[in-house]
């Protein structure tokens, strides 16, 4: 299974672009990261998927070397709604090899 | 909001006894998934399902059994529940693999969660 690693906090203020990197050195060739974001008492909610190089929505960009060793989930512009746990996940659905980690746990300050 | 719901939201029981949680869709997805999440671990995946009849363990299965007989319901039962097994459990739906060379990952819609307590 491939494992990530990620920071277990972070703190920023708001207005600030937040940068969270994820290690996933075993990554295999069918997998994708993907990542998460959840709220207290709330499932999570899928943020954003890469599979190389960079893919960008409405609500963040992801960037991938070309090794796809490690992913940097980048939120423009944090405001306080941003306070959450963000989780990468690194997978797919041939034999439902996934695991998520820890999260990183970001704090946005006033 | 994906059409998913989880039964009860809030549950205590006693060490012992069995337990049945209930997770329903409405979206007709393939894949269904039960976790649960305790402090400092994340999400860990319990079972899984990719059809009806069809499951698999996941990480952390020992003490847990699932059944999904028709492709909305994947219940998860604790035969005799443990104070280990206190926790906040999700279940989470997929639609199914996309066409391709490679394998693709289809993003998991998650459920409001079920907080179990074992006393």
């Known amino acids: 299974l491939a494992k990530t690693t990620q920071p277990i906090s972070m703190d920023s203020y708001e207005g600030q672009e937040v940068n969270i990197t994820c290690s996933h050195n075993?990554?295999?060739?069918?997998?994708?990261i993907t990542w998460y974001q959840q709220f207290p008492s709330q499932g999570p909610r899928f943020i954003i998927q890469?599979?190389?190089t960079k893919v960008t929505n409405e609500v963040a960009s992801l960037f991938i070397p070309a090794d796809r060793k490690s992913s940097t989930l980048s939120l423009p512009r944090v405001s306080l709604s941003d306070t959450a746990v963000y989780y990468c996940?690194?997978?797919?659905?041939?034999?439902?090899?996934?695991?998520f980690g820890p999260g990183t746990r970001l704090s946005v300050l006033p | 909001d994906a059409g998913i719901t989880q039964s009860p939201r809030h549950k205590v029981t006693e060490t012992g006894t069995p337990v049945t949680l209930r997770c329903h869709q409405t979206e007709n997805h393939r894949y269904m998934y039960w976790y649960r999440q305790d402090p400092g671990h994340g999400l860990r995946l319990i079972h899984y399902?990719?059809?009806?009849?069809?499951?698999d363990k996941g990480e952390v299965s020992d003490g847990y059994s699932v059944s999904r007989s028709k492709t909305e319901d994947f219940l998860l039962t604790l035969e005799s529940a443990t104070s280990s097994q206190t926790s906040v459990y999700f279940c989470a739906i997929s639609p199914s693999t996309l066409a391709g060379a490679i394998d693709s990952y289809n993003e998991q819609f998650f459920g409001p969660g079920t907080r179990l307590t074992v006393l």
């Open positions: 890469g599979y190389k």
């Open positions: 075993n990554i295999a060739t069918n997998d994708y």
């Open positions: 996940l690194v997978g797919s659905n041939y034999g439902q090899n996934f695991v």
């Open positions: 399902s990719y059809g009806v009849k069809d499951t």
